[in-house]
């Protein structure tokens, strides 16, 4: 398998029996050493911090282990929404959530900058609260705010009979608590509106924002119809959005809830298999790329100063090749890509018109108008994302 000693990244391995046990020889996947936070920092690259990684079955599930503290993987907020795909998504969201809201008040768990509330109340004007582990509303949201971690206990006002989160599941260490402590803070007929990440798709593209210390869970739409559904809830009606997201609304039917089920091996079985090519496929991908960068003579550059980036290098991405990170983000700017020396810079910092340049990269659905904009910026810039 590929290997990496770039600074502090190890190998990993694939073992090719469905295990059972609980301990890290019986994972699926394995990471020796992996960054811990997929941000960018502008602390010295002896203060990273590297954990080992394991993909393998619990509790009838794939999931990610360990789970680390939040401190360390959620070091800061780095999910600045950038790029027409989120622009899009939120508006759609917003018309999602305006149309199968119930009442005027939306509660909504996650929601960090507030653009959410923002773009539905362009639409209609609602009252908002963003309860987030690390709010950072933008100063157009005019909402509520609550800090902290989301607990059913904490008495949500009778004003809030909808409750949306957007991108959320995926981050939480336990989807099934979670939802439990929604359904327990809701009262028969409430609403709750979800937009998921498609991770159906997501595993057959060999995503590299698929699985990792942040999406610890293998959420596929199946099994996020079966949380609903054994935490009270019964689907109302949801929408794709492009090949990025799912939408879900679903009303509170009962407050009888079941507990998960576990008779999933059939599809333990299917899951399993499509971790093994998608792990196949990413060194496929990066091999094409090293192929690539081994026939370019002029300066390379790696797209994307985050996730995308440090499982690249963790599957065996040539770094000696590589000058600096590009990234849309502001607030990444001259700041290190966590795990790794790479400074991340924005592209028209870096891309000269006739210069001879190469920019690779793996980012999955946001490819297309990346591609525009490079190409904007270099007409004669290579470009290789995989």
Known sequence: MANSSFHGFDKFSVQSALME????????VSFSSFPVFMGCVETPPKE?????MYWKIENDAIVVRPILDSSLVYLDNHNEVVGETWAAHHQEFASFVLKNKLGESIYEVGGAHGLLSIEANKTESIKWC?????PRPLEQYKGEVV???????????????????????EHVNDPYGFMREISLSQNIGDIQILSIPNMDLMVKRADLNFLNFEHNYFLTRYRVHQILQETGYRILCED?????????????DSKNINGFVTNREQNLIVERQLILNYVNQCEIKVNR??????RFKGEIYVFGSHIFTQFLIAFGLDTQR???CLDNSSSKRGKRLYGTPLVSYKPEEKLIQGKVQMVVGSIAGYEAE????LSSLNSNVSLEFC
Not at 147 to 169: C, E, M, P, W
């Open 240 to 252: 794709d959005f492009r090949s990025h997201s799912i939408f879900i609304a679903a009303v509170l």
């Open 130 to 134: 963003i309860h987030d582990i690390n």
């Open 370 to 373: 990346v591609r525009a904009q």
């Open 289 to 294: 790329l090293n192929q690539a960068m081994s």
């Open 147 to 169: 800090h902290g971690k989301f607990r059913a206990n904490q008495q949500i006002s009778k004003d809030y009979s909808t409750i949306v989160h957007s991108h959320t599941l």
């Open 48 to 52: 990273d911090v590297f954990s080992p």
């Open 322 to 324: 590589l000058t600096y």
């Open 21 to 28: 046990s609980k301990n890290e020889q019986d994972a699926i």
